[in-house]
């Protein structure tokens, strides 16, 4: 069983950046692999990024990359996304989720959710 609690999101303008963190319980975090999803309203949830257990294979939406960075912690359970550049469309509710996967894109492929956090970004 894991528990994930993000924490990081916030209002900020365009351009700016956000660091979103997620806490992890369990003795077997590392042994996941790490994705951050978001929701905006009227659209359906989509990955944003990935991490593997061992940090050596990320995934990035066409999006977001070179602009969002995902890295991970395994002696302190945590898994973050740095954000910037940030734009008006980047906002959404963000999740953190934890699949058993080696590779996880879907998000049926996960099988722990935090609970969200918000992040608005302003024109």
């Known amino acids: 069983q894991v528990q994930l609690v993000e924490s990081g999101g916030g209002l900020v303008q365009a351009g700016g950046s956000l660091r979103l963190s997620c806490a992890a319980s369990g003795r077997t975090f590392s042994r996941y692999t790490m994705g951050w999803f978001r929701q905006a309203p009227g659209k359906e949830r989509e990955l944003v990024a990935q991490?593997?257990?061992?940090?050596?294979?990320?995934h990035y939406a066409d999006s977001v990359k070179g602009r969002f960075t995902i890295s991970r912690d395994n002696a302190e359970n945590t898994v973050y996304l740095q954000m910037n550049s940030l734009k008006p469309e980047d906002t959404a509710i963000y999740y953190c989720?934890?699949?058993?996967?080696?590779?996880?894109?879907?998000?049926?492929?996960?099988?722990?959710w935090g609970q969200g956090t918000q992040v608005t970004v302003s024109s």
């Open positions: 989720a934890a699949s058993k996967f080696t590779v996880a894109i879907e998000a049926y492929e996960y099988d722990y």
């Open positions: 991490i593997s257990w061992s940090a050596g294979n990320t």
